[in-house]
Nanobody, 126 residues
Framework: VQLQASGGGLVQAGDSLRVSCTVS????????MGWFRQAPGKERELVAG????????YYEDSVKGRFTISRDNDKKTVYLQMNSLKPEDTAVYSC????????????????????WGQGTLVTVSS
């Protein structure tokens, strides 16, 4: 299973950006997917997750109302739409996938995920 993230870049505060992660191999529809980020000197954190059911989502408090995670099972892709970006959103964003059954919750710890993409850098200037 391979995860390929794309869409990062340099934007100004207040701008929007969408990052994507396409999965090859495996059975995408059976994975709960997450977007993690890691800023310099900080621990990696889950900013958004979406259950394999496509309806249940999780958002870290600082991004609620600004970020939206979605998935397209036909395209085997998970998206993270980021609006009203702030300098503190600057980080390497990585997608991750976890085998899940319908009753599996969205785990927030990185060690719970089975597959990882390479990360894409998002830089927000003030």
């Amino acid at each position: 299973v391979q995860l390929q993230a794309s869409g990062g870049g340099l934007v100004q505060a207040g701008d929007s950006l969408r990052v994507s992660c396409t999965v090859s191999g495996g059975t995408f529809s059976r994975y709960t997917m997450g977007w993690f980020r890691q800023a310099p000197g900080k621990e990696r954190e889950l900013v958004a997750g979406i259950h394999r059911n496509g309806r249940t989502t999780y958002y870290e408090d600082s991004v609620k109302g600004r970020f939206t995670i979605s998935r397209d099972n036909d395209k085997k892709t998970v998206y993270l739409q980021m609006n009203s970006l702030k300098p503190e959103d600057t980080a390497v964003y990585s997608c991750a996938g976890k085998h899940a059954i319908l009753t599996t919750p969205i785990y927030t710890t990185a060690s719970s995920y089975d597959y990882w993409g390479q990360g894409t850098l998002v830089t927000v200037s003030s």
